[in-house]
């Protein structure tokens, strides 16, 4: 009854923001991502009728509220299979958690597929979608190969994720720019529930479904100038909706914004690079591979950068043999 998983965090092209029901963790809209290569959470989940409680290790350490999150899910899993034993549960994250670059996608992705075959469950990529989405939305999105949509769904049954393309399809890149590994103030959970606050919001799930169908055709065209044009305005529009909540959320520290201009400038000067940033302070480059060498010389050059990590597209949520513990 011991089963390890390892699984991608994702960056959203077209974000998640907002829920139509709050404990299922339905979406208002739907959602596209990548999976990141080098963005992963690893995660051993042992179920055992010696253990007399749950115990939750992440990076080393006992947190009560991340390890309350962690119980709810596996008692979620423990209802489909059935069991009524505790766990233990080991996670180890390979790069800074709480920062904005979705520690929580992999981690429940993980999460959710060590559990659910401890578990003695074998569930289908959809299957597992499902369950991920109510740990964690973005998650859902982290169980899928590659590029991949997020159907919102009006029922918990129809709302998962399915992969549009495999990491093969389109070698473009993410280099994550990390400029603090200051954790953010308000979660993106507690975000969201602020969504409906922002007299935008409306207007922009009004124009939502347009705007997927039109991202898709970018994706099947592999044009990535179109592509990289809507992207970069769709994260905008995002930190528009925060930014005009009540009260305001503000996830950018001066050193995004200076990076956000260098963006606009490298462009102007012939490099073809755009950004993305979710709930945090880190911004996310997306390039073509031919572009790397230029864009990390000019990375190189900013002193505020603290890291850089690249990433590729990646496969989603997968179990591997080498245990935790
Ligand atoms: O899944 P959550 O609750 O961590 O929310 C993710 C929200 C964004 O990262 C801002 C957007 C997205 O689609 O990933």
């Known amino acids: ?5 390892a699984a991608p965090s994702n960056i959203a092209f077209i974000k998640y923001w907002g829920k139509k029901d709050e404990k299922l963790r339905l979406p208002e809209n739907g959602s596209i991502s990548m999976n990141l290569s080098n963005l992963t959470t690893r995660t051993t989940v042992e179920f055992n009728s010696k253990f007399k409680k749950d115990l939750v290790v992440i990076d080393d350490f006992i947190d009560n509220k991340e390890s309350s999150r962690v119980i709810k899910q596996l008692d979620l899993i423990r209802k489909k299979a059935n069991i009524f034993h505790k766990a233990k549960v080991v996670s180890k994250n390979n790069f ?8 929580s996608a992999s981690g429940i992705a993980a999460l959710t597929l060590a559990a659910s075959k401890a578990a003695g469950l074998n569930l289908s990529e959809k299957e597992l979608s499902i369950l991920a989405r109510q740990g964690s939305g973005s998650a859902c999105r982290s169980i899928p190969d590659g590029f991949v949509e997020w159907l919102d769904g009006n029922t918990s049954e129809s709302s998962y994720s399915l992969s549009l393309y495999p990491p093969s399809y389109w070698p473009i890149v ?13 979660s993106s959970s507690d975000g969201q529930k602020l969504t409906s606050t922002s007299p935008f919001f409306p207007e922009r799930l009004s124009r939502i479904k347009e705007k997927i169908s039109h991202l898709k055709k970018f994706l099947k065209n592999k044009n990535f100038t179109e592509f990289g044009q809507m992207i970069e305005e769709e994260a905008l529009e995002l930190h528009a909706i925060m930014l005009t909540s009540k ?10 914004v200076k990076l956000m201009k260098a963006v606009k400038k490298w462009r102007n000067d012939g490099l073809e690079v755009y950004f993305t940033i979710n709930t945090g302070q880190d911004i996310h480059l997306i390039l073509e591979e031919k572009n790397i060498k230029q864009l990390i010389n000019k990375l190189e050059k900013i002193k505020e950068i603290k890291n850089i990590i690249i990433n590729r597209p990646s496969f989603g949520a997968r179990l591997i043999d080498k245990h935790l513990f």
């Open 96 to 103: 800074p958690k709480g920062t904005g670059l979705s520690s």
């Open 247 to 256: 009260p305001a959320l503000i996830y950018w520290l001066p050193e995004t």
């Open 174 to 186: 993410d280099i994550v720019a990390v400029v603090s590994k200051r954790k953010k103030d308000t």
């Open 1 to 5: 009854m011991k089963a390890t998983a």
